[in-house]
């Protein structure tokens, strides 16, 4: 990983930061929050097999599917033929597949590969740099969180586009950098006495909207930023009182969703951000 620019924007010069045990530069530029060295597989492996309670994930992510599901058949005008990059076990492609999407999964853990095939999903093994999708091209290329965890996220937006069919969308989930800066701040001068985890996790990589849009730029995207739906409950185990969390969450999601709508969807402020891409060329 380079250490004297910025792997989206090329700005020269980022800032050494410090984020728990781990060294961090950050873009003043596009405002990229990324990992010194950035991340291997085996260290990204290890960490979600140790901190992901994947049933519960999966339950409260279920809202998030759906939503999203609907949003994309409003905008394709049907199912279409779905690839989920970093599709763990192939939980969101069932969702998909039960209201008619034609779905493959991209996934780099074996045993989380065969889960899937084990449950009748088309999951191919490896990243999106090195599987050859031959003359497949699809409606829907979705990543639920992974982008975060992409050691080249501009050559693997180049790549999703190659992928993507006429008018097809690219759609990803993932947390905000800027809002996850300030839960740490508030869970160290406090809410470490509502919730016994700190719930704020910097990852390899950490957007902000502005880095979106300049990653899009670059791409050969148009991005739409907006604030995401929270996951229900506390899947994380964050609180002794699942309560605390839920009722933090809607004041969360309230709050972004008046401020979006106050500043005509420029300002995005929740701690998760949704975005829907496609060509410049295609708008209508």
Known sequence: ??????????????????????????????????RE???????????????????????AKQSLYSWMLDEAEKRLGQPGRLLDVGCSRGDFLLAAKERGWEV?????????????????????????????????????????????????PLAEMKR?????????????????????RLMDSAWRWGGRFLL???????????????????????????????PSLLTAGDPYAVADNPTIVGR????????SSLMYALSSKKLVISPSMVVWGRRPSLRT
């Open 196 to 226: 016994k985890t700190n719930p704020a996790v910097y990852h390899p990589f950490n957007y902000e909207p502005r880095t979106l849009h300049l990653l899009a730029q670059r791409s050969g995207f148009e991005f739409e930023v907006a």
């Open 248 to 255: 933090m969450k809607k004041a969360a999601d309230r709050t």
């Open 104 to 152: 493959t999964g991209l996934e780099p853990v074996p045993e989380l590969v065969q889960w899937g095939r084990d449950q009748g999903l088309d999951i191919r093994e490896g990243v999106l740099s090195d599987v050859d999708f031959g003359e497949e091209t699809f409606d829907l290329i979705t990543y639920w969180d992974v982008i975060l965890l992409v050691e080249d």
């Open 1 to 34: 990983m380079p250490t004297d620019s910025c792997p989206i924007c090329d700005a020269y010069g980022p800032t050494r930061r410090e984020r728990g045990e781990q060294h961090y530069l950050h873009c003043r530029n596009c405002h990229l929050l990324w």
């Open 160 to 180: 999703a586009r190659s992928l993507l069919s006429e008018d097809a969308q690219l759609f990803m989930r993932l947390r905000q950098h800027k809002i996850v």
């Open 37 to 59: 060295g950035g991340a291997s597989l085996d260290d990204t492996t290890l960490f979600y097999r140790g901190n992901n309670p994947t049933e519960a994930i999966s339950t």
